[in-house]
Structure formats: structure tokens, C-alpha cells
């Protein structure tokens, strides 16, 4: 909405109110999805009185909650009907098939809210408050939702991945897919090169969901599991590559260059290790998504961070990784980035 | 942030990302207040380091949170430290006299978000899921807190609203404050005319918060208070003018009618009534602040709603005024709206 950038506008506290209250958002979105508004407004024609049907829901309560909508550019109103946005077409309407709805269950899930009502003493401590090891504690049930619910989220950053590991190459390759989660990176190499076996590494009940997703993709043959943690885990290979996904931002340098250490011991010579992070530039406040992501990490985790290329560069080497390259995903705030052992 | 109105720009969820995860700006927000940040930055040098020391924070916390804060465009960050925007200096630093942080103690209070947990239900039923008459229930407690934090927001906005009242109009006049709260407005138009007689009306826990604003003002002697509900006491008069600020929102038209009709017989033939309104434009998506704001009545409210001028006007009428005038406030949200008896 409005800011202060243009300085020949007048000062108003419409940021600071807008930045209180940008908890509605959440909610309305939320609520947006669960009533299904965005088919209803997908199919037309866009009046009050058909979405009230088509959700079952007042009058009153669509009228308003669509004009919020609109206010936050997630909706278009034209001669008082509500349409889509270029935005709401493409991934919230469900007869979309890039529609991503479902992270909604994760993002704006109550339990992954709850820990910032203690925002306040998190900064003071400078840790998460959840117990343990927070977000990352061993089998915590989040991760199940993570993987049921973000895989349309991180489905368009498959195909990109998988030619970035492969690099045009066939023929047999044992992949592991470190916190395979969603199980979509390996899946994605697997049908890329038909020939690659991949084994997916993740606690047992979140497994169960990516196996579930390579049967779906028919690569359940090609699939195996290797239930537990990364740390704790023998890893087996020598593997041709290692897919270590949304994964590194969740500890310190310290204990990430001990993983990639590990990582590095299991491929063979030459072979490929790539991230997927969310990497901002070096002035941590840029792009936005990437940026804002540190906060996730600071609520969630002891010690994570959304790291630079040039720290995540420094973990590689001193694991004794080479040919440390970036590879920014188009129109997606992610960011691959591959060594070679 | 980014959106997708520039039509050439590629999409991506990152408006569907931001707006999931927007309940992290009123955290963070709510957050950085609390922990003084805001006054640590503009006493400099804006390092993490010495922004920590002052805020008895950690430095990781005081590092993510702040870079948080220029993400979401509340603080800039320049050659690694960090410094206010021109609103932050304005409105968040406490050693700014139009600061007011202290509207976060109300806007984010965990009582006003909670309701936000069940807006689908809302939305579906058309009216608030709070017990009874939701934030109208007779003395609900939220407007003592309303009174106490909120002050700072309202204060710019008595000066013009005396202003339009008192029309240059000096002499002995008697003013009625309905739902005073605070009472800045009729403390406002007792200091700008030396021989006006103000009495307030509110349920008594919050007219002490408005006799309390009156004493510090030096206008105590000319500060009457009228406890009860505006619906239920006698409004005694006659009145040269009548306030109903912040008021008629939480109702319906024909509610609003009735009590219109009520101030009506309270006034002096040419008296006027005044209301202080956030009124969105005829598409009710426009401005995003008084739009935005119905969404808030239909959480907290059976079957309030931020009324165009359009509505008010006929409320106004239906209700025996005349000369209906919308005066829009410079540099905020509100809008003045008078009509005559």
C-alpha cells in the first residue's frame, strides 16, 4: 500500500497501522481459501450475491472480506464485481494448475504462529522459544504438513533443479535426497534421467508422503527410503549427487559445514552437491521474500539464518567443495547453489 | 512489496507468500516497540552492536528483527546501520512528540486478534463470533484500553475536528461528547473556545481516562461527566454541538438513524452534530486504510461497517439534518462529517 518512499508526499501514520493490523491479511487470505472465493470468483460472475452462494456463506461477510481482498491486491473489483488478479488466477484459484492454496495450512497454520505472540523475548534471547531444538527437534510433526501442504510451493523449483544437477547427463546415477520432505527434488531427477536411483532421506512419517508422491509420479521402483536424520544417518554411496533442499538455513555455519562435510565424503569424486535456499543479497534486506525469511528462522530455530551467497559459498569450501556456483530459479524467490566434491 | 501490477513483470507467489506470512509485520512490529528499537535508532549510530546494548537484546535478535523492519519499509538500512524512515522518525521514535507507538498496545492487543481465528465462520454467519454484542457490549473493557493507547492517533485529528465544529464561533456554548473515551475531542473544542462547556458520555471506567486527559489539558472546570450507554441515558441539553466520533461504525443504518434522530433533539435549531469516520470512497476499496477498516466491524461487531459518505448522508437526512458536509482530515484516514439541526 502506501509508503513514504515518494518524499514529496505527506507523512501519515498509514504505515504503522497498516503494519499492526497486517495480521488481518493472514486471516483474510486464510479464510479467502478455505471458503473457496477464488473458484467462486474464477467461475464469475463476480457479484456478491453468487460468491455468498457458492461459499455458503452471508452476504455481509463476502461483501467485506472481498473488498479486503481487493485492498490487498489479491483481488480486482470492476463496476462492483470482484475479479481475478493476474496473481489470484495463476495460484489461488484451484482450477489452476500452478494454484498453490495448500501452503496455507503450513504457512498460516495456528502452531507455527503461535511462537511469534513471544517475538518480544525470542530477540531478547536471541533463540527460538519452542522447546528443544525447535522447528528442527527430531520428529517434529510439522514437517509431515510441511511436506503435505508446500509441495505445490516447491513442485515449479523441480524441474530447474533437476537439469541443474544432471546438466544434460544420462545413463545410471544414485542420487540421495538429504530431508527429502515432499520427496518432489530427487522424484523430479528420477524422471528426468531415467536411469537415476534416487533414496530419499527424511524422518519416517514424512517419507511416507514422498514415497506416496513417487508412486503417483511412477518412480516408485527407482525410490528407496532411508528413514531418520542427516546428522545421525550413515548416508551409504558413493552417490553421483546429493540434494540438500530448504535444509541448510535451519542451523549455524558451524554445524552446516559439518553436514557438507559429510555430504562431501559421500559422492564420489566430481559429484554434485546443490541447495535450494532462499539466499538474499549481501545487504540482508533484499529481494524481500528471501530477506524476510531470516525472522522464520530466528522464531523457529536456535541458530538458523537465511545465508548469503557469499556465507553459503564459505560453508562449501571449507567443506572442500569446488566450482561453487549460484543459480537463481526464474520468476521464484529460491536460489540453487552446487559445489562439486 | 513487489506486486503484479506492472503487468510486464513475470508473476510469482510472492504476493500469495507475503500476505500467508503478513501476521509477522504486526509481530515484528509489536515487537521492535517493545523493546524500544525505535528510540535506540534514532540516538545512532544504528549499529547492531549498540542497538542490542540499549534494548538489553541479542545480537542475532536485534540483527534479523531490524532487518525485518527495512524489508517491510518501517527503518532503512544504510552502510550496514540502521536509521529511520522519514514515519518511523515521525511516528515510532518516543522522542518524537507525534509518536504513537502506544496505538500497538490496542491495534495488536492478542484479545482484538483473536477473533481473526475464526473468520471463516465469521464471514459464512455475516457478524461477529464474540458473545453478545461483540466489542459493543455494554462496558466492554477493550475501550478503557482504547482510551488509554489510542490518544496519540486521535490527538492530530482534534485540532480540525474543533476547528469544523466551532467555525470560528467563540461565547458561552455547551458541547456533548458521545463515547468520549479518551476525550480529546471535547477537551479539544473547551481549549479552543475559553467558554465552552463539554460533557462527556461513556460507561464510567473510561470517562475517568477522559477526566484525567481533561485535568492535564486545564479544562477540568468546564468537563462534565455523563456515565452510560448513548443509547440508554437521557442527553439533557440543549447542545450548540454535539461530537459522535469513532461511533456510528459499530452499528447498523437504521440503529445509526435512531441515534441520529436522538442527538438531533438534543441540539439547539441550527446545532451541529459531527462525526469522525473512516469513509471509503463509493467502490468501498478505496482509500486501503477506510476501506480496510470494515473488515474490522464485521469481526467485532453484528452488523457494523465503514459507511460511505453516501450512506452517512442518508442517515443524516433520514434523521431530520440538513447542510450534510464531509470535511476529509489533511494527512490522515478520517473524515469529518457535519450535518445541521
Chains 1, 2 share one sequence.
Request: include cysteine; hydrophobic fraction near 45%.
Amino acid at each position: 500500500m502506501q509508503t513514504d518512499r515518494a518524499t514529496s508526499a505527506p507523512l501519515t501514520p498509514t504505515v504503522v497501522f497498516e503494519n499492526l493490523q497486517a495480521f488481518q491479511r493472514t486471516a483474510a487470505l486464510k479464510a479467502a481459501i478455505e471458503l473457496d472465493v477464488f473458484r467462486a470468483v474464477g467461475q464469475g460472475p463476480g457479484d456478491v450475491a453468487s460468491i455468498a452462494r457458492h461459499t455458503h456463506a452471508s452476504e455481509r461477510g463476502i461483501r467485506i472480506l472481498c473488498d479486503y481482498l481487493v485492498v490487498i491486491e489479491l483481488l480486482q473489483k470492476v463496476d462492483g464485481r470482484y475479479q481475478h488478479t493476474p496473481s489470484s488466477a495463476a495460484f489461488l484459484d484451484p482450477s489452476s494448475p500452478n494454484c498453490l492454496a495448500s501452503i496455507a495450512g503450513f504457512l498460516s497454520n495456528p502452531a507455527l504462529r503461535e511462537p511469534y505472540e513471544h517475538l518480544t523475548d525470542i530477540v531478547r534471547s536471541g533463540r527460538t522459544a519452542l522447546p528443544g531444538e525447535g522447528s528442527v527437534e527430531p520428529e517434529n510433526p510439522i514437517w509431515v504438513l510441511f511436506a503435505q501442504s508446500m509441495a505445490p510451493m516447491m513442485a515449479p523449483l523441480a524441474g530447474p533443479l533437476g537439469r541443474v544437477v544432471l546438466d544434460g547427463r544420462g545413463g545410471p546415477m544414485k542420487v540421495l535426497d538429504i530431508a527429502a520432505g515432499h520427496g518432489l527434488f530427487g522424484i523430479e531427477v528420477a524422471k528426468q534421467n531415467a536411469q537415476a536411483h534416487v533414496t530419499g532421506l527424511d524422518w519416517a512419517p514424512v517419507l511416507r508422503v514422498a514415497v506416496e508422491n513417487a508412486r503417483k509420479a511412477g518412480v516408485q521402483d527407482r525410490y528407496e527410503m532411508l528413514p531418520g536424520s542427516a546428522f545421525g544417518v550413515d548416508f551409504g554411496g558413493p552417490y553421483d549427487a546429493v540434494l540438500l533442499t530448504n535444509f541448510l538455513h535451519h542451523f549455524d555455519a558451524e554445524t552446516c559445514v559439518a553436514l557438507l562435510n559429510k555430504v562431501r565424503a559421500s559422492l564420489k569424486p566430481g559429484g554434485c552437491a546443490a541447495t535450494l535456499e532462499f539466499v538474499p543479497n549481501e545487504d540482508r534486506v533484499s529481494p524481500p521474500m528471501p530477506a524476510a525469511f531470516s525472522m522464520t528462522m530466528l522464531v523457529t530455530t536456535p541458530a538458523g539464518d537465511a545465508y548469503t551467497f557469499r556465507e553459503l559459498a564459505d560453508m562449501y569450501t571449507r567443506a572442500g567443495f569446488t566450482n561453487i556456483t549460484a543459480h537463481p530459479v526464474p520468476m521464484s524467490p529460491h536460489t540453487i547453489v552446487t559445489g562439486r566434491a
